[in-house]
């Protein structure tokens, strides 16, 4: 069974800085958009990041621009979030996602959350003094 498997995350204080990783268990997904989510308390999975199956193009909601940096290294088959300057308002469960057929960032943004098959775990964030 195919699996991603997340590491990182904790709690941090705002404006400090971590880094996500999520490993698929299969070459496979390195053909594909990698991307995460995250979830916070009593609200619905907002998408935060993708990147294209080469690494070549990123996307990020508004809320992560210019803070957070989407990474892959297929040879590792792994996906990375680096997060900085670390918010409240960005504590959340974080999740990485992949599908097969999901290309490119647009194939990843096109499609709703509740469409994508492939999760990890997910990874507690949280932001606070």
């Known amino acids: 069974q195919v699996q991603l498997v997340q590491s990182g995350g904790g709690l941090v204080q705002p404006g400090a800085s971590l880094r996500l990783s999520c490993t698929a268990s299969?070459?496979?997904?390195?053909?594909?958009?990698m991307g995460w989510f995250r979830q916070a308390p009593g609200r619905g999975r907002e998408f935060v990041a993708t990147?294209?199956?080469?690494?070549?193009?990123?996307y990020y909601s508004d809320s992560a621009k210019g803070r957070f940096t989407i990474s892959r290294d297929n040879a590792k088959n792994s996906v990375y979030l680096q997060m900085n300057n670390l918010r409240p308002e960005d504590t959340a469960v974080y999740y990485c996602?992949?599908?097969?057929?999901?290309?490119?960032?647009?194939?990843?943004?096109?499609?709703?959350?509740?469409?994508?098959?492939?999760w990890g775990q997910g990874t507690q964030v949280t932001v606070s003094s």
């Open positions: 990147i294209n199956w080469s690494g070549t193009t990123t």
């Open positions: 996602a992949t599908d097969i057929g999901l290309l490119s960032t647009t194939d990843f943004v096109g499609r709703h959350p509740d469409e994508i098959n492939y």
């Open positions: 299969a070459r496979t997904f390195n053909n594909y958009a």
